[in-house]
């Protein structure tokens, strides 16, 4: 093989990069060449917002002429940032490798001297932030509206230097991937500089990269076959995969790499489903939301996770929401839509007289509180039924907010201070925050529950010997669908479930009228409300498109409208 030439811009990241893919060649015994490449974007230093009204210019801004060498010629292969690269190359070149991806982390960076508080933003609240992305800005006004920008370019280097220089910004946000590159690189910047700044990463599902963020990427002309074969000894697989959601979202939106989007995708261990968290800002004008958009989904097909990511950005898609009989009017209030359906497949029959038992007393001591763990909002209206009343002692541990919502509104007397509140919307959420506040002899839990106890919560208790008495105050009754309500429910839509016992009735229909689920698992979204759902519908084998934290059917409604 001859020399192959590979073609780069001359910053000092991108030569990193370059050097990388180039010491992994040599190390396969290939002979290279490094060719630098002045692209527009070195050469002109307006803002991105400014280029952005001239149309296309921002497009390939890093790229183009790097590309034009390669279709010239001038060089085999070119490397590049990913997240610098539209996601239409030219028909001749192709990306034939995908090598390495680094921190693909933002990273907020500031003088110490300029910090005020422990919170992001950490600097003062009206602080000029200097950044040219459409997209940080666009994230950065969602979480701290007061933030003003300055737009600055330039390298690495140049940026840092900036937060010291006179009506300079007082934080900067860098790919953390350049930041990891450019430290092994001998004097990269001052030692002194580094001593006066901080750089603290931002959690990737809170503030979403730029697609692809962090990532190598390798170019070729599609041609050339022996280039590509030897490029496909240095290519990651499992890079790919992922980066096919981020960029191939990216790509339906037809946007280039200055689109307001977010997005981290990754594939999840324990439940073996690609999960994608993203974000959208309103600057972009095909969205069917008018609004700054955040939201976390899954799938076990990373093409169907896209597919899905699209049409729900941009579609109006039907609601069905399989409940209770008591939730379908309030609901119907609140969403008087041609586009969303109520499935009554619930009822909820509430005890005249609770049924109490003791499951664990192993431990009785003296008991300085006693704690009421409500699982539901069933469990509220049971007690309110029954006319109860607590003790302006008794601590109230409840699976989220909307329980405690629910909570106050039926018993405004009680001492908010004596709440507890599951962290993960869970029965045994409850369990682990109990176990994380009190000792078993400084307790007595009584729990609220249906008939179809929540069985995660008693055994955590049990092995720690607490004292827990069940009180059975309600019982749910569910029915089969028949075949003529299965085959009209819409199926390009989503399907929420808001217990394990209403997806329980709606697969047990399906069984009943011989319906094969596959019908509805190639375009329904099948979304949980909470973990103890969502954990539920994976035992089927059915992926689980969203799962709201809470359980809350309004929240998720108005997301998903």
């Known amino acids: 093989m001859k020399k192959i030439r590979i073609a780069t811009r001359g910053s000092h990241l991108a030569l990193a990069q370059a050097k990388y893919v180039e010491n992994l060649l040599q190390k396969k015994n290939y002979e290279t060449e490094i060719v630098i490449i002045k692209t527009t974007g070195d ?53 034939a490798a995908l090598p390495q991806r680094l921190d693909f982390r933002d990273y907020w960076i500031f003088p110490k001297s300029k910090k005020i508080q422990d919170q992001f ?32 370019r330039g390298n690495v280097p140049t940026r840092i230097k900036k937060l010291f220089a006179e009506n300079g910004p007082d934080a900067i946000l860098l790919s953390g991937a350049g930041i990891e590159r450019l430290s092994k690189e ?7 500089l580094l001593e006066k700044i901080e750089m603290i990463p931002l959690d990737p599902e809170w503030f979403p990269p730029a697609p692809g963020q962090g990532t190598i990427a390798v170019q070729c002309r599609k041609n050339d076959q022996e280039i590509i074969k030897i490029l496909q000894d240095i290519h990651n697989k499992e890079i790919e995969e992922i980066i ?44 069917k939301k008018n609004k700054d958009f955040y939201f976390t989904r899954y799938h076990k097909d ?25 939730k379908k009017e309030i609901l119907k209030q609140k969403f008087n839509k041609d586009n969303i359906y109520f499935i009554n497949i619930m009822d909820i029959i509430y005890y005249d007289n609770f049924i109490k038992n003791i499951i664990n007393n192993n431990t009785i001591n003296i008991q300085s509180y006693t704690i009421y763990a409500i699982f539901s909002a069933e469990g509220i209206r049971s007690l309110k039924k029954q006319n109860f009343q607590f003790d302006k002692n008794d601590i109230i541990a409840l699976n989220g907010k909307k329980s405690k919502e629910i909570l106050l509104q039926n018993f405004p007397e009680i001492n908010t201070n004596n709440l507890i509140l599951s962290e993960d919307g869970t029965a045994s959420g409850i369990a682990k925050k109990i176990i994380n506040l009190y000792k ?79 019908i509805f698992l190639n375009s329904v979204r099948f979304i949980s409300l909470g973990k103890t759902t969502f954990q539920h519908i994976l035992r089927y084998n059915i992926p689980v498109y969203a799962m709201a934290k809470e359980p809350d059917y309004e929240k998720i409604i108005q997301e998903l409208v």
């Not at 001998?186 to 002194?192: H, L, N, P, R, V």
């Not at 280039?256 to 995708?265: N, Q």
């Not at 169907?304 to 009989?325: D, N, Q, R």
């Open 121 to 152: 933003p950490y600097i003062k609240s009206n602080g000029k932030i200097g950044t040219s992305s459409l997209r940080r800005k666009s994230l950065l006004k969602y979480l701290c509206p007061s933030l003003e920008f300055i737009d600055i």
């Open 440 to 518: 078993p002899q400084e307790v007595k839990i009584i729990a609220i529950t249906a008939k179809e106890s929540r069985d995660e919560f008693f055994e955590l208790l049990q092995k720690q010997d607490y004292f827990i008495e069940r009180w059975i105050t309600y019982e749910t009754k569910t029915r089969i669908l028949d075949k003529k309500e299965l085959q009209s429910l819409p199926v390009n839509a989503y399907f929420i479930f808001g217990s394990p016992s209403l997806f329980d009735a709606f697969y047990n229909s399906l069984r009943e009228n011989n319906i094969d689920k596959n």
């Open 43 to 95: 050469i002109n230093y307006a803002s991105f917002s400014e280029l952005a009204k001239k149309g296309d210019e921002t497009k390939g801004l890093f790229t183009k002429e790097i590309e034009e060498a390669l279709l010239n010629h001038l060089a085999d292969i070119a490397v590049h940032s990913l997240k610098d690269l539209p996601t239409k190359s030219p028909e001749e070149l192709v990306i």
């Open 186 to 192: 001998k004097d990269w910047i001052e030692k002194e």
């Open 244 to 287: 096919n959601i981020e960029r191939g979202l990216l790509s339906k939106l037809e946007g280039g790499c200055h689109l307001p989007l977010g997005i981290h995708a990754k594939k999840t261990e324990k439940d073996n489903l690609y999960q994608a968290n993203i974000f959208l800002g309103k600057d972009y004008p095909y969205t």
């Open 302 to 326: 990373k093409n169907k996770l896209v597919e899905f990511l699209y049409e729900e950005l941009t579609k109006e898609i039907p609601i069905v929401i399989f409940g209770k009989k008591q």
